[in-house]
DNA sequence: GTCTATAACCGGATAGAC
DNA sequence: GTCTATCCGGTTATAGAC
């Protein structure tokens, strides 16, 4: 999807592409479930076994959507961010915008994100092949920061990136359950925990938070040097 | 499984406890994919047909899972907390029995809580069908901590117990990503996570940190308040 | 009405011919 | 690279036994 336009064949790309295109189309339409690998390889004017030469499984066309959502992300906030300096109001934007662009797949979401569970399935967000995404995305959180005005402790900003990109996951497990109309519930609890989280930051350097910002930097990176190999921590 | 004992007919009762046995059984030695219906039957010396009266869908096997590992937990830590009063320890021993009890499924944790992602599944943690063991767990939280000799915060007491409840969740879905050798790093997440919560609860009542502390608590109540009802606030 | 069994359906995945 | 035929497992329909 962003591969480096060149060196496949022609025509067998198209056909990928025009797969992987309905697909997507029908999950949304229809949801995961109910879009069959028949229904797909019909609209797509192929066969069922040849669906299967290009995508080894259903989950596999899912890693496409994946890769959309974070270039709709970027995308979605370039200007926005182009301006503005304060750390609170870009990373407010920036979750919102990530909700935004997830928001026409909230229906077929939870059979969507199920698979991702899964720390065998190559569509984990901690897995090998979701690696790629997981690095970009990471690296972006570390602009939206870097690109603030911000004043961040020296122990706290490598780490930081990992934690955002960790609260992130999280806030779009919530949205995922979130049933309240327009998901609005998310959108709060987006703006509500930016708050926290800057004024967290804001607080850090305050000699009597010392100990607990050493426990908590300790355990993020825990976490996050979990997975696949230890490649992670230096995205 | 912790129901009245009483009231429903003994062979039909029996036959589905053995249904259920045998499943949890296979599904340790052989994985969840691999331990089919027919084979689960075929164990428990019943048709396929008679599988599905008793449990209507393979997932439904799980819930059994669930409440186990509910009990479990209690039975694994109610010495032990009889006589602790420190609520670091208290707290610590509580989680290491956690990952303790899950610790025989870690290989099959990942396609069995696969499906707990999905809010549509009864298996999902915030759903009507998991309520039952969702208030237990968070009743008995609410006992780990009122057990201690910690005093905290009377604005953040009557929340504690769910911002808990999701710190475990939070817990068991690291371990079940985690791969190091007997899971040592999701015990030593365990550990750390514990000194930092413990170390922030007693700092809470820092006059600093009064506009954050009622920040958190603002979005755990948007986060607990969240799923099929409201019901889940005053458990 | 409670329980059990057999046969079939449906959809994801694979084999192998062309 | 594309197809057809087939497998395999979750699930359902339904008939009948106790």
Excluded: C, N
């Excluded at 926005?80 to 928001?103: F, H, I, S, W």
């Excluded at 797949?105 to 997981?134: I, Q």
């Excluded at 049933?179 to 708050?195: I, N, T």
């Excluded at 607990?212 to 997975?227: D, N």
Aim: hydrophobic content about 45%.
């Amino acid at each position: 999807m962003s591969l480096p336009a060149a060196s496949l064949s022609s025509k067998a790309e198209r056909t990928r592409d025009r797969i992987l295109e309905v697909a997507l189309e029908l999950f949304r339409e229809k949801g995961y479930e109910a879009t069959t690998m028949r229904i797909i390889a019909a609209a797509a004017g192929v066969s069922l076994g040849s669906s299967y030469y290009y995508f080894p499984s259903k989950e596999h066309l899912v890693q496409g959507f994946y890769e959309g959502m974070h270039v709709g992300l970027v995308e979605a906030t370039r200007e926005a961010l182009a301006t503005e300096r304060d750390l609170k109001a870009r990373l407010r934007l920036v979750m919102r915008a990530r909700l935004d662009v997830v928001a026409p797949y909230h229906v077929v979401s939870g059979s969507l994100f199920r698979t991702a569970a899964d720390p065998h399935s190559p569509l984990s967000p901690f897995s090998e092949a979701s690696g790629p995404t997981r690095r970009e995305s990471i690296a972006f959180l570390k602009e939206v920061v870097e690109g603030s005005d911000a004043r961040i402790p020296k122990d706290v900003a490598p780490t930081l990136p990992h934690l955002l990109w960790l609260y992130e996951l999280g806030l779009v497990l919530f949205w995922v359950h979130d049933r309240s109309p327009g998901q609005k519930r998310s959108y709060d609890l987006a703006d509500d925990s930016v708050d926290a989280i800057v004024r967290l930051l804001a607080l850090a350097h305050l000699p009597v938070l010392r100990t607990v910002r050493r426990q908590i930097l300790k355990w993020v990176s825990t976490i996050v040097a979990e997975g696949p190999g230890a490649e992670d921590i230096d995205a």
